[in-house]
Nanobody
Framework: QVQLVESGGGLVQPGGSLRLSCVFS????????MGWYRQHPGKQRELVAG???????NYVDSVKGRFTISRDNAKNTVYLQMNNLELDDTAVYYC????????????WGQGTQVTVSS
């Protein structure tokens, strides 16, 4: 059974940085496309950034140039480096894994809170 454990959330001032980590276990990490989603209170969960098994990345427009997603297959970990954080980045961030051949095999982490506040 795949498990995803996020860490790295917290409280930061506008303009600050955080790095989220998500450790994957229970299957073969390198055959999963990975993503970070976030959910603002009262809103639907949205994709923030994704990275394929080949390393191709994509980002929602609002974070382009500020956030960077990366993966370390040796450590079974995906990261989200968040720079120049803005108030609207405040949300619960979730790690997501989708099997490259069977997207129905999809897993979520428990979420980590990111709060940007002065």
């Amino acid at each position: 059974q795949v498990q995803l454990v996020e860490s790295g959330g917290g409280l930061v001032q506008p303009g600050g940085s955080l790095r989220l980590s998500c450790v994957f276990s229970g299957s073969i990490f390198r055959v999963y496309n990975m993503g970070w989603y976030r959910q603002h209170p009262g809103k639907q969960r949205e994709l923030v950034a994704g990275i394929t098994i080949g390393g191709t990345t994509n980002y929602v427009d609002s974070v382009k140039g500020r956030f960077t997603i990366s993966r370390d297959n040796a450590k079974n970990t995906v990261y989200l480096q968040m720079n120049n954080l803005e108030l609207d980045d405040t949300a619960v961030y979730y790690c997501n894994a989708k099997h490259v051949l069977a997207a129905v095999n999809e897993y979520w982490g428990q979420g980590t809170q990111v709060t940007v506040s002065s």
